[in-house]
């Protein structure tokens, strides 16, 4: 069984949406501060082809992503998909 860690996949989100000047992002940002305009479809595409994340083999769904509102949404998705998939995060 593979194994990945909560803080882990938080960087991983983070890192995916932080934007080019490199400003922090924070869990509770809202996904409008670093997305214009806001696209569902866009947000698991995007995470689906981040590296670390393709490694893994992330498949999230738009449906997976459309109720987002702020970026701690996004890191739950993500842990969701993993815990269904098989993985145990600690």
């Known amino acids: 069984m593979q194994t990945i860690k909560s803080s882990t996949i938080v960087r991983r989100v983070r890192r995916a949406v932080r934007p080019p000047d490199g400003v922090g992002v924070r869990g509770q940002d ?3 501060k670093h997305f214009v305009p806001l696209d569902t479809k866009a ?29 701690k949404d996004l890191d739950i998705a993500v842990r969701n998909w993993y815990t269904r998939n098989g993985w145990t995060v600690t």
């Open 30 to 32: 809202k996904l409008e």
């Open 43 to 71: 947000l698991a595409g995007m995470l689906n082809r981040r590296p670390a994340f393709s490694r893994d083999g992330l498949k999230l769904k738009t449906k997976d992503t459309e109720k987002a509102k702020i970026v």
